[in-house]
Nanobody, 124 residues
Framework: VQLQASGGGLVQTGDSLRLSCVAS????????VGWFRQAPGKEREFVSA???????YYADSVKGRFTISRDNAKNTVYLEMDSLKPEDTAIYYC???????????????????WGQGTLVTVSS
C-alpha cells in the first residue's frame, strides 16, 4: 500500500489542524495505520494509531487533544489535532501495517509502509 500524508501547515498555539493519510490499495481496511512525528534534532515518536477493528491508541502527550479516525470507503485515516502547542511542531508521518501486533503498535520499526510526511509548525 502507498500512503500520502497531507494537511500540515503553520498555525498558532491553541489552533487546530486535520491531517489526512490517503492510501492506495483495496485492502486498506485490513491495515493498522499509525501517525508518527519527528521534531528537529529528535527521534521519531509515536503519536497515534488505529487498528482495523477501530481501536485507537494515543501517546500520553497528545491524549485528549488529538483524535484519530478512519474512513475505509475513502481509504483515508485522519488525525484531528486540537489545542496545538509549540511542542507539537514536527514532521508528521503516517504508516501502515497489515500484520502488526498490539504490543508493537507504538514501534515505528514494525510498520512497513510510510508516507512522505507533512510539516506542522505551531507558533507561540
Amino acid at each position: 500500500v502507498q500512503l500520502q500524508a497531507s494537511g500540515g501547515g503553520l498555525v498558532q498555539t491553541g489552533d487546530s489542524l486535520r491531517l489526512s493519510c490517503v492510501a492506495s490499495g483495496r485492502t486498506f481496511s485490513m491495515y493498522t495505520v499509525g501517525w508518527f512525528r519527528q521534531a528537529p534534532g529528535k527521534e521519531r515518536e509515536f503519536v497515534s494509531a488505529i487498528r482495523r477493528d477501530n481501536n485507537k491508541y494515543y501517546a500520553d502527550s497528545v491524549k485528549g487533544r488529538f483524535t484519530i479516525s478512519r474512513d475505509n470507503a475513502k481509504n483515508t485515516v485522519y488525525l484531528e489535532m486540537d489545542s496545538l502547542k509549540p511542542e507539537d511542531t514536527a514532521i508528521y508521518y503516517c504508516a501502515a501495517s497489515d500484520r502488526i501486533i498490539l504490543s508493537a503498535i507504538r514501534n515505528s520499526g514494525n510498520y512497513g509502509n510510510w508516507g512522505q510526511g507533512t510539516l506542522v509548525t505551531v507558533s507561540s
